[in-house]
């Protein structure tokens, strides 16, 4: 399969992906898989949509080329029927049963392209009582438990962001579904359907803590656990200028080490009991206090303490061993994280900026070999409009 661009890099060049326009996770997992060298074609929609910022900024755009298909037109459903014949892997996140309405589901991707890997990317997932149901990441990760695992004890859950739940329950694990559907595709000649649902991922990443709780080693309430701040030598602590430093020494030999450097032998052996631990927090939240963040750093720094400083979004770029390795890239202007992770045979960069809606029509209806993506639109204003999927699992 042709790539467009001789200089693509990534393990995924020559794989061919079809991405219905949208916001939050499916456009974050398409990202990634052009981050990894597939050509993907944004298939966006007249008059744009998405995320309210400008296009240019749209990280998440990186990488991918974009055409504009009216889907609402009568012959929008085949221009796009026309890329998924050409293509390896089709992402879309509309509630479902809309793509199916707009003629371009599952049933007549396949009748074109049978190998054809279709990622479908919700909150709720494709069946259940609440699959029609709109939301937002924060709602699919209260349901699963693991909102309630975050925050203080006798405070409101704490928002990790959309992280938790769009990008790492959302997104990874459509790119992990469509990847290994591919590989079965290429072994088989099959291709399938991919149902990623963030409360079926968010609830995955929890398979550790449930185990732990199983066992007994893992209270089902906030702050009262190893990992979740409960742990005085696992949790940050605010420094005599108001900013943090996180702490994690949690096996012996880097908690002996954190407490001979900041200078608490005489609470030391408060690890071991619990009902001390209160105390010891106390201990450590005074000291870290009495110096500032840059201060701490320093003390820390080439130490086994497993202790760091918190940085904010600005900072982290410049810390020396970020920059050391380009954890994050500049292109066209705009600081970003670079791609990842590492190829040592295919590597992988951003080749391009947020693609703009339908700047590539041109080059993609050559290089894919459809002709009609550059004839004008029949126009259908009796068409009702489709269902904007307006985030990840609308």
């Not at 649902?197 to 709780?213: E, N, Q």
């Not at 029509?361 to 259908?380: C, E, G, Q, S, Y």
């Amino acid at each position: 399969m042709a790539v467009p661009d001789k200089g693509v890099h990534g393990p995924l060049a020559g794989v061919r992906v079809v991405e219905l326009a949208g916001i939050g996770p499916g456009p974050f997992a398409a990202m990634l898989l052009a981050d990894l060298g597939a050509d993907v074609v944004r298939v966006d929609r007249p008059g744009g949509g998405g995320l309210a910022i400008d296009p240019a900024y749209d990280i998440t755009n990186r990488n991918k080329r974009s055409v504009v298909v009216d889907l609402k037109s009568p012959d929008g459903p085949a221009r796009v029927l026309d890329l998924v014949t050409r293509a390896d892997v089709l992402i879309e996140g509309y509630r479902p049963g809309v793509a199916e309405r707009l003629g371009v589901g599952p049933e007549p991707c396949h009748a074109r392209n049978p190998q054809l890997v279709y990622g479908r990317m919700t909150g709720w997932g494709q069946e259940g009582p609440l699959a029609q149901r709109a939301g937002h990441d924060i709602a699919y990760i209260a349901l699963t438990g693991t909102l309630g695992m975050i925050g203080a004890p006798g405070e409101p859950p704490t928002v990790p962001a959309n992280l938790l739940g769009d990008y790492a329950g959302g997104s990874l694990y459509l790119v992990v579904g469509v990847l290994a559907a591919l590989h079965h595709a290429r072994a088989t000649g099959a291709g399938q359907v991919v149902d990623a649902a963030i409360v079926d991922g968010t609830s995955h990443l929890s398979s550790m803590i449930r185990g732990m709780v199983a066992a007994g080693s893992w209270q089902d309430r906030r702050g009262a656990n190893l990992l979740d701040g409960g742990c005085p030598f696992y949790g940050t602590y605010e420094t005599a200028d108001g900013e943090f430093m996180a702490v994690g020494a949690l096996e012996q030999q880097f908690y002996d080490e954190f407490i001979a450097l900041i200078g608490l032998a005489e609470v030391a052996p408060a690890r071991k009991d619990l009902a001390r631990w209160g105390e010891l927090r106390e201990a450590v939240a005074a000291r870290f206090r009495t110096r500032t963040r840059a201060e701490w750093t320093a003390l820390f720094e080439g130490s086994d303490a497993c202790v760091a400083p918190v940085l904010s979004l600005g900072e982290a770029p410049h810390h020396p061993h970020l920059a050391a390795r380009g954890t994050f890239t500049e292109h066209g202007g705009i600081t970003q994280p670079a791609p990842a992770p590492r190829f040592s045979a295919t590597p992988t960069s951003v080749r391009s900026g947020p693609a703009r809606p339908g700047a590539d029509t041109a080059a993609v209806a050559h290089d894919w070999d459809v002709p009609d993506l550059l004839a004008p639109h029949a126009p259908d204003p009796a068409a009702p409009a489709p269902h904007h999927p307006g985030q990840e699992g609308a």
